[in-house]
C-alpha cells in the first residue's frame, strides 16, 4: 500500500493512552519543526502552540474537557492557540522576517505589505480572530499526519471549554485564544477503538469531476 494512505489508516482518534510510554526528545522536535512549517493565508502564522507538562494543570484542563482522561494520560498535550488580533507591528516583523531570510530589502516587498495592511488591518475584530482561528485546523491536519508517520497517536480535540482553557492558560492577557487540543502519545493495548474499521464517506459522494 502506498505510505500515505498506510500511515492515514494507521492513525485514528485515540481514546486511551499508554501512560508509560513517552514520546522522545527527537520526535518532538520532528513535531515542532513540522509544525513551525504548516502554511498560512499570506505566512503570517498567527498560531502559538503550547505544550503543556505541569501534571496539576493537565488535571484541571481535563475536568475543563468533559473529562476526557486523553487530557492527563498522553505523553504530551498540544494546545492549539490563535492570536485574537493581528496588528499592524505583527505584519512589520513578517516582513522584516522575509526581508532578512530571504536577503531582499524591505522597500521591495512594500506593496505586499501594503496589501496586508490594507485587508487585514481593516477586518472587523471578530472576523479576525475567527480568520485566525481557521489556521490552526491547518495545522491541526498537519500534526496528524506528522504523527502518523512517525507512529505517535494523537487525539485530535474540540470537546473542551475555551472560554475556560482560556482563563486557566492565562491566554487572553496574551493575545491569544484555545481552538484545538491534541493530546500526543502512545495507543494502550485496551484502547478497543483501535481495532474499529474506518468509516468514510464513499470517494463517489466526496468527488465531482467537472469537465
Ligand atoms: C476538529 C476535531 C475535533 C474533535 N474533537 C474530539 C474530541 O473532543 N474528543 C474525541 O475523542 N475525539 C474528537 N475528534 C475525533 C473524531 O471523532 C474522529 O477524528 C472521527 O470520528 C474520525 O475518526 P478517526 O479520527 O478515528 O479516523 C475530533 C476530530 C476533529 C477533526
Not at 79 to 92: H, K, M
Not at 145 to 166: N, V, W
Request: with cysteine; aromatic share 8%.
Amino acid at each position: 500500500m502506498n505510505k500515505i494512505i498506510e500511515d492515514l489508516n494507521w492513525r485514528y482518534a485515540t481514546k486511551k493512552f499508554d501512560l508509560t510510554k513517552k514520546i522522545t526528545p527527537e520526535n518532538i522536535e520532528i513535531i515542532k519543526e513540522s509544525l513551525r512549517l504548516v502554511p498560512s493565508s499570506y505566512g503570517l502564522q498567527p498560531l502559538k502552540y503550547l505544550f503543556i507538562e505541569d501534571s496539576v494543570l493537565r488535571q484541571q484542563l481535563r475536568e475543563k474537557s468533559f473529562n476526557q482522561s486523553q487530557i492527563t494520560d498522553a505523553s504530551h498535550l498540544l494546545v492549539i492557540c490563535s492570536l485574537t488580533e493581528i496588528t499592524e507591528d505583527f505584519i512589520d516583523n513578517y516582513i522584516q522576517n522575509i526581508s532578512q531570510i530571504r536577503s531582499v530589502p524591505i522597500n521591495s516587498i512594500s506593496g505586499f505589505s501594503n496589501y496586508m495592511k490594507k485587508e487585514i488591518l481593516s477586518m472587523q475584530k471578530d472576523k479576525m480572530a475567527e480568520w485566525n482561528a481557521k489556521q490552526a485546523y491547518i495545522a491541526l491536519g498537519h500534526l496528524l499526519h506528522t504523527c502518523a508517520s512517525l507512529r505517535i497517536d494523537a487525539t485530535p480535540m474540540e470537546g473542551f471549554q475555551k472560554e475556560a482553557y482560556d482563563e486557566v492558560l492565562n491566554l487572553k492577557q496574551q493575545g491569544l485564544q484555545s481552538v484545538l487540543v491534541c493530546p500526543i502519545g502512545y495507543r494502550s493495548e485496551e484502547d478497543s477503538n483501535q481495532f474499529l474499521k474506518k468509516v468514510r464517506r464513499s470517494k463517489e459522494s466526496l468527488f465531482e469531476l467537472i469537465q
